[in-house]
């Protein structure tokens, strides 16, 4: 399948640009947790378990059990402490 070269490029912008934020912001603050989503995917249910993604060296993605055998990166939602999520960011 082709891919829109133009779209792609454009989302690795916004990319950078969260990342830029959040180097700018994130010591004045001191975030506990970071969160990274899609506008266009909306949250069914949030993590019963509040304090379980605080765990260091964690970053939580949904899945579902259908897809435990697919391999593909999750781009809809990711929840984790700073350090863990830059990488994702």
Not at 63 to 70: E, G, K, M, Q, V
Request: hydrophobic letters at 50%; charged letters at 25%.
């Amino acid at each position: 399948t082709a891919w829109n070269r133009q779209a792609f490029l454009g989302q690795m912008k916004k990319v950078r640009l969260c990342e830029e934020l959040f180097d700018a912001e994130a010591p004045a603050v001191g975030y506990a947790l970071i969160a990274r989503a899609r506008l266009d995917v909306r949250w069914h249910r949030f993590p019963e378990d509040v304090e379980a993604l605080d765990a260091p060296g964690v970053v939580w993605v949904p899945w579902r059990a259908s897809d435990a055998l697919a391999q593909y990166i999750n781009d809809c939602f990711a929840i984790g402490r700073p350090a863990e999520m830059r990488p994702y960011l």
